[in-house]
């Protein structure tokens, strides 16, 4: 019994500790990125890219597109304010100017860093491997004179450090009042309509627990070693922005959010349309194989009717060839009797105008 309760005390006093380290830094549950900003840091321009960097923190800091964003233990974390809470961010959804920042950027670069050049972006597809640089190809490759402006720094956040640092529910609403800017790219604009979805989370949890999850504007986390539970983006509550461009380059190949209602609306007018469209085209083809179909029938008609019609002349000069094989050929002296008796007819015929001139001359001449 002594040594089950000696065993149960170290057990304890093991996770206390644990549960202490794992609590500083937390933005979802199940993930840490160990690092704690006590007040709002120095942020830097980094010349050529619409990003900045923290020089003066012992971590890989940044700030892009509204969001901050830190690569701390081969993950990429990102966050509406300066000291978290915290999301993690998949690989295949890191915007594509946090992946193309030069490696000399990052103040705490990982040992696998070193071995690359400082003036380029760390070899991204190396690390995450062949299957990630396909669904991100391109990503290292842009128009260096066409780089979009960098996004301004929210500066109101240099009040809040400290005891003074608002908690999860707080956060929302003094942003809203301090910084209009809404995120242009769309992995941006992702990763901000789940902070903003997840801000409103504690304000539905009971009071006892609420407590507990806002402290020190942090959730609650498990141990340590276990696997962060990816989570998915939430619906905007906010209305998009309208002149927000959502270009594919900037997407690297993920898709960007859906479209407002209207262009929705929009797209199923177009797609009816269109159903219609292919409904007439499909009655036109019908209707001209319906033609094609009843011509052939019109020409055997026509051939029937003439494939009958001669058969009746066939018949009809059989008849004929029959009869005259029933009468037989013609008796050799009745063919001479009626040749003369056309021969007589003949000669009558030359005689009578002979006979009536006689007569004229006769009238003509009294003395004979």
Known sequence: MRNFIFVLWVLLCSIAPAAAQVSVGVGLPGVSIGINVPAYPQLVPVPGYPVYYAPQLNSNY??????????????????????????????????????????????????????????????WGEHWGHAWEERRRGWDHWNRNAVPAAAPLPTYQRQYSGSRYPRVEQQQVLQSQNYRYRPHDAL????????????????????????????????????????????????????????????????????????????????????????QQQAQQRQAQQQVQQQRAEQPAHQQQAQQQRAQQETQQQALRAQQQQAQQRQGPPHPQQGERQTQQHQQVAAQHEQQPQGRGQEKREQHEPGK
């Open 188 to 275: 941006a604009q992702r990763h901000y309509q789940v902070q903003q979805a997840q801000a409103v989370q504690p304000q539905a949890q009971p009071p006892q627990h609420r407590g507990e999850h806002a402290q020190n504007g942090r959730t609650p986390s498990m141990q340590s070693g276990q696997e962060a539970p990816r989570v998915r983006a939430a619906p905007h509550q906010e209305r998009p922005v309208a002149n927000a461009p959502s270009s594919a380059s900037q997407s690297g190949g993920v898709a960007p959010p859906g479209p407002p209602p209207q262009q929705h609306a929009r797209e199923q007018a177009q797609r009816q349309q269109a159903q």
């Open 62 to 123: 940044f700030f892009y597109e509204g969001l901050y964003w830190v690569y701390d233990g081969d993950n990429w974390y990102t966050s509406e304010w300066y000291n978290g809470p915290w999301e993690l961010v998949p690989p295949e959804a890191v915007p594509l100017f946090i992946l193309r920042i030069p490696v000399r950027y990052y103040r705490r670069p990982p040992p696998y860093f070193r071995v690359w050049s400082a003036s380029a972006p760390p070899r």
